[in-house]
T-cell receptor
Framework: ETGVTQTPRHLVMGMTNKKSLKCEQH?????MYWYKQSAKKPLELMFV???????ENNSVPSRFSPECPNSSHLFLHLHTLQPEDSALYLC????????????FGQGTRLTVV | KQEVTQIPAALSVPEGENLVLNCSFT??????LQWFRQDPGKGLTSLLL?????REQTSGRLNASLDKSSGRSTLYIAASQPGDSATYLC????????????FGRGTQLTVWP
């Protein structure tokens, strides 16, 4: 247990569905991240939030919509996804500055059918 | 753009062997470097974090070195055990925000009894 909790752990959704992924951390961190891990590709950073403000969007399609209501919670809203969006979605948190490492959640395994 | 390469892609050894996993990166202007472990279908567990000003870090049977000028890091695992079987990921810090990372594809390690 790393202190970063993601729900659900597994999700199967149709291309017309709307669903949300949730991430929660109680480590006192002020930065949170969404990463995507597809088969045979390196982990890719999707979004970065610092103090609830989005500071990075790495050209992610608009069918992925992040939300950060406070420093402890991060959501990823999904709508009209494609089968190629099937992947493991990982949330991470860290201090914005300092010398400690980033902590990752267990991930949500998403399958789009 | 930073490119992170890990060699070998896969490694299968009998227990008790000392192992060396390699990581290289194209841009030496890094903030830090982290080694992670990922078990199948799971999230990432941080193993070692090396700041850009450091040359190495040690934790138990693990030792990681960093040579910024040559763009290389090495993870050394002493006296390998079957429980060490996992994918090992190298990640380079993109900036001072600690969770902004470029990842390699990983080395899949199998240690057999």
């Amino acid at each position: 247990e790393t202190g970063v909790t993601q729900t659900p752990r597994h999700l199967v959704m149709g291309m017309t569905n709307k669903k949300s992924l949730k991430c929660e951390q109680h480590l006192g961190h002020n930065a949170m991240y969404w990463y995507k891990q597809s088969a045979k590709k390196p982990l890719e950073l999707m979004f970065v939030y610092n103090f609830k403000e989005q500071t990075e969007n790495n050209s992610v399609p608009s069918r992925f919509s992040p939300e950060c209501p406070n420093s402890s919670h991060l959501f990823l809203h999904l709508h009209t996804l494609q089968p190629e969006d099937s992947a493991l979605y990982l949330c991470a948190s860290s201090q914005e500055w300092g010398t400690e490492e980033a902590f990752f959640g267990q991930g949500t395994r998403l399958t789009v059918v | 753009k930073q490119e992170v390469t890990q060699i070998p892609a896969a490694l299968s050894v009998p227990e008790g062997e000392n192992l060396v996993l390699n990581c290289s990166f194209t841009d030496s202007a890094i903030y830090n470097l982290q080694w992670f472990r990922q078990d199948p279908g799971k999230g990432l567990t941080s193993l070692l974090l090396i700041q850009s000003s450091q040359r190495e870090q040690t934790s138990g049977r693990l030792n990681a070195s960093l040579d910024k000028s040559s763009g290389r890091s090495t993870l050394y695992i002493a006296a390998s055990q079957p429980g060490d079987s996992a994918t090992y990921l190298c990640a380079v810090g993109r900036g001072s925000t600690l969770g902004r990372l470029y990842f390699g594809r990983g080395t899949q390690l199998t240690v057999w009894p």
